[in-house]
């Protein structure tokens, strides 16, 4: 089982840029699909991005991209989300997930998540 920890949220002005890291135990990382998600206030939980296990592939919801890149490296059981051109519609709480399976990160029906970290965007 994958445990995952955020950090990197805070407050920021529109325009400004934040970077993400999500740390996992476990050994397995390396196997894992991973993602992120938010959760604005308000609102459902919605898709952000994923990356594959071996990070060769990668997705992004429309609304991110351009602005928005994941990364991982296994070595260091680390993912990361790079935010730039950040927008006031991009507060929310960012979550982390893991799952073996691809397409359970894409649908965010995942064996883990992390606690979430706030990321406030002011105009």
């Known amino acids: 089982q994958v445990q995952l920890v955020e950090s990197g949220g805070g407050s920021v002005q529109a325009g400004d840029s934040v970077r993400l890291s999500c740390a996992a135990s476990?050994?397995?990382?390396?196997?894992?699909?991973m993602g992120w998600f938010r959760q604005a206030p308000g609102k459902e939980r919605e898709f952000v991005s994923a990356?594959?296990?071996?990070?060769?592939?990668?997705d992004y919801t429309d609304s991110v991209k351009g602005r928005f890149t994941i990364s991982r490296d296994n070595a260091k059981n680390t993912m990361s989300l790079q935010m730039n051109s950040l927008k006031p519609e991009d507060t929310a709480v960012y979550y982390c997930?893991?799952?073996?399976?691809?397409?359970?990160?894409?649908?965010?029906?995942?064996?883990?998540w992390g606690q979430g970290t706030l990321v406030t965007v002011s105009s």
């Open positions: 476990g050994r397995i990382f390396s196997s894992y699909a």
């Open positions: 990356i594959s296990s071996s990070g060769s592939i990668t």
């Open positions: 997930a893991a799952d073996p399976i691809w397409i359970r990160v894409r649908s965010g029906n995942v064996r883990a």
